[in-house]
């Protein structure tokens, strides 16, 4: 029972502020004042807050409010926490799936190829693999008591950095650091220079196209390709039907039969049989049977019974071999020098030029034709006149043709002035039907020679001289 005021004294609102458990709220309740004491004020409750120990929180919209309107006997919350706003985890997003599943490749024009399956994956360097999201720190917080809430840091994405892998931007991106083959290995994403194939490369592997060295521990089987843009190319078994090209060198453990080989480097290998082999460098083999091969540097054999047998060989430095042709004597055909090579432009560019000659001259007949037509009929049907423009403009274009054909003579002509000292190694025997160009020299050998060496004379004869 509240105490009876008999003297009508005026007694003052009284303010009771309180603090939860976990300080995260305050409260007020202001009792109403009696006979004229004195009202709330934002002044009193503020006091009454700090009296309580409330430094943080305040809502001081709620506080005037209560203090303007003289709310009185009523709780309200006058103050609350800010709760720590947690630190967000760091994310990893990878723009690569980790596994490869070769799929035959689809164009646009809906035709498939079985044999493109893309289980090798090429990045350049600096290919971008992965953005990665930093964590956060969160934002502190605090309780009406003014204690500071600290937040929990978020955690770094979880990753490994492969061989070959690099961090950049400030750690927010994974990159390659070389050129190479990407695969996900022990939990990364790693770049690898080279690349090698266990098995033979048919339809389970497809083609394989690849920027850096290539290995193939078996076969390249019929219709198949291996193809390294900038590095070599190891095949540990033998090329049957397929492809192999290398920006630098290929080596051939076994040998190839009717395959197609191009090296920007040196070629080695063991038989070479019914082949189309072009190397920028030297070429070393066992035996070449009925190949097509150009060879920018030297062309050896490797031991004394090899050799050339039948087939087309162009070869600009030397070429130092076992025999040349057979006793069943197959035509073999060697081209020695880049005078050879030029001088076999030469004739071709010379044939050319005698079928434009031919052309022009033909042309020349259908357009005097048709113009004294023209003049006798006072015009020409548009078909006919459609005949004489074309007429007139191929015989213009062959003309420039002939023109450009003869400048490379006059070229190639200043390059054959330069005698090239080359010459053929035979250590075992060369055999008839055997064909020999030196520079602009030919020979076709009559006899058989053994233990030879074949070269031009001042004279640009052909010498036969023993070894």
């Given at each position: 029972m509240a105490e009876v005021n008999e003297n009508n004294a005026p007694i003052d609102c009284v303010i009771i502020a309180t603090i939860n458990s976990n300080n995260s709220v305050a409260a007020v309740t202001v009792m109403a004042p009696q006979n004229g004491g004195t009202e709330v004020s934002t002044e009193l409750i503020m006091k009454a807050l700090d009296d309580k120990g409330v430094?943080?929180?305040?809502?001081?919209?709620?506080?005037?409010?209560?203090?303007?309107?003289?709310?009185?006997?009523t709780d309200?919350?006058?103050?609350?926490?800010?709760?720590?706003?947690?630190?967000?985890?760091?994310?990893?997003?990878?723009?690569?799936?980790?596994?490869?599943?070769?799929?035959?490749?689809?164009?646009?024009?809906?035709?498939?190829?079985?044999?493109?399956?893309?289980?090798?994956?090429?990045?350049?360097?600096?290919?971008?693999?992965?953005?990665?999201?930093?964590?956060?720190?969160?934002?502190?917080?605090?309780?009406?008591?003014?204690?500071?809430?600290?937040?929990?840091p978020g955690k770094k994405a979880s990753y490994q950095l492969g061989p070959g892998t690099q961090l950049i931007n400030d750690d927010t991106q994974i990159s390659a650091v070389i050129d190479g083959a990407l695969f996900w290995r022990n939990n990364s994403f790693c770049v690898e220079p080279d690349i090698t194939l266990k098995d033979d490369?048919?339809?389970?592997?497809?083609?394989?196209?690849?920027?850096?060295?290539?290995?193939?521990?078996?076969?390249?089987?019929?219709?198949?390709?291996?193809?390294?843009?900038?590095?070599?190319?190891?095949?540990?078994?033998?090329?049957?039907?397929?492809?192999?090209?290398?920006?630098?060198?290929?080596?051939?453990?076994?040998?190839?039969?009717?395959?197609?080989?191009?090296?920007?480097?040196?070629?080695?290998?063991?038989?070479?049989?019914y082949s189309n082999i072009n190397c920028a460098g030297d070429f070393t083999a066992q035996n070449l049977i009925l190949c097509d091969v150009y060879c920018g540097g030297a062309l050896r054999t490797k031991a004394g019974s090899g050799g050339l047998v039948g087939g087309r060989y162009t070869i600009i430095g030397d070429c130092e071999v076992g025999n040349i042709g057979s006793q069943h004597y197959p035509i073999t055909e060697i081209t020695l020098g880049n005078n050879a090579v030029l001088a076999t432009e030469k004739e071709d560019l010379q044939r050319g030029i005698a079928t434009r000659n031919q052309e022009v001259h033909d042309l020349g007949l259908i357009i005097d034709y048709l113009n004294n037509k023209k003049k006798e009929l006072r015009g020409l049907p548009e078909d006919k006149e459609e005949i004489l423009g074309n007429s007139v403009r191929q015989r213009l274009i062959k003309g420039r043709e002939i023109q450009k054909m003869n400048k490379r003579i006059d070229e190639i002509?200043?390059?054959?002035?330069?005698?090239?000292?080359?010459?053929i190694n035979c250590k075992g025997t060369i055999y008839?039907?055997?064909?020999?160009?030196?520079?602009?020299?030919?020979?076709?050998?009559?006899?058989?020679?053994?233990?030879?060496?074949?070269?031009?004379?001042?004279?640009?004869?052909?010498?036969?001289?023993?070894?």
């Open positions: 430094k943080a929180g305040i809502i001081e919209e709620t506080v005037n409010s209560i203090a303007r309107e003289k709310l009185y006997n309200f919350v006058v103050a609350r926490w800010k709760q720590a706003e947690n630190g967000v985890d760091g994310e990893i997003t990878y723009h690569f799936e980790k596994s490869v599943e070769g799929k035959p490749t689809e164009n646009s024009k809906g035709n498939v190829n079985y044999k493109d399956l893309g289980i090798i994956r090429t990045v350049l360097r600096n290919t971008i693999i992965a953005d990665i999201t930093l964590p956060t720190d969160g934002e502190a917080g605090y309780d009406v008591r003014g204690t500071v809430l600290q937040p929990r490369i048919d339809f389970k592997t497809g083609n394989i196209e690849f920027i850096g060295d290539i290995t193939v521990n078996g076969d390249i089987l019929e219709g198949f390709k291996v193809v390294s843009q900038k590095g070599s190319v190891t095949v540990k078994g033998a090329v049957f039907g397929g492809e192999v090209s290398a920006g630098i060198d290929v080596t051939l453990k076994k040998g190839c039969n009717h395959a197609k080989i191009t090296a920007g480097g040196n070629i080695d290998s063991l038989f070479c049989e002509d200043d390059f054959l002035s330069n005698r090239q000292n080359l010459r008839p039907k055997t064909k020999i160009i030196i520079n602009q020299s030919r020979c076709e050998v009559v006899v058989e020679w053994k233990r030879v060496s074949v070269y031009l004379d001042e004279d640009n004869e052909f010498k036969f001289a023993p070894l």
